[in-house]
């Protein structure tokens, strides 16, 4: 089935006909992920080194002083927080963008901005997804990317999928790569905070695969309806960093 065979189906039937479509064996499906490396490594210039994701205030209130803390409090998120939502919200995104349904796409976007639930929340998704579309756009350009760049703030994970979407990579690959890096700039925020060395952040990261792998497989079938989170400590944590005394990071 082509990409403009998907675009016509039903909002419901469209990650269905990804699916079947990968399992098809498209021998282009594995050489269509080198973009999701791209996008996603720290050397594109979305700014993710300059967030914590509010780790930075969990280390200084002592409730991340080691690998095995930093890992608990990696899973809740995975499981009840952010990470969770941003996944579900960007298989939304890609469903509406591969759909060229641009009035969904807008309105999946301003619900990711509109769930940001802190100032520095807001700063994170919006400042990396407004810098992810200006330079997907100057060497990635496609349709999705020139219809959300219409909005006045654009959330991160809508940004990504949007690319993704734009250029027929898989769905549920795109969503491990994305929830993958956001974990991977967390690890990365802990180590330059002081707690844990390199090698244990590789040990976590090691350990959360098959977690960022069952989530991606949960999202990749979600609606809107799924949304919702409980990680409060995070988002005290978020509210807090705000007013920390001393700061490394934005967020």
Known sequence: MTRQQIAKLPMADVSIAISGALASGDADADAALLPLMLWLSPAF????????????WAVESGDIQDARSLGGWLVDLLTF?????????????????VAEDWE?????NELAVALANSAERRLETTSQGAAFVVAARAAWDCEPLRQLSLE???????????????????????????????????????VRLGPIGQTDGQKIQA?????????????SGSSLTDLGSCAFRSDIAAMRHETQYSRLFRS
């Not at 977690?211 to 949960?218: D, K, N, S, V, W």
């Open 45 to 56: 210039p979305v700014g993710s080194f300059a967030y914590s994701q509010a780790l930075e």
């Open 152 to 190: 006045e703030r654009v959330a991160y994970p809508a940004a990504v999928a949007s690319a993704a979407a734009g250029h027929g990579l898989p769905l549920e690959a795109s969503l491990q790569a994305f929830i993958l890096a956001q974990i991977a700039a967390a690890v990365s925020a802990v």
């Open 104 to 108: 969904a796409l807008a309105a999946a």
């Open 207 to 219: 350990t959360l695969i098959p977690r960022i792998r069952a989530l991606a497989r949960e999202a």
């Open 81 to 97: 927080g952010a990470p969770r939502a941003d996944a579900l919200l960007f298989a939304d995104c890609f469903r509406a963008a």
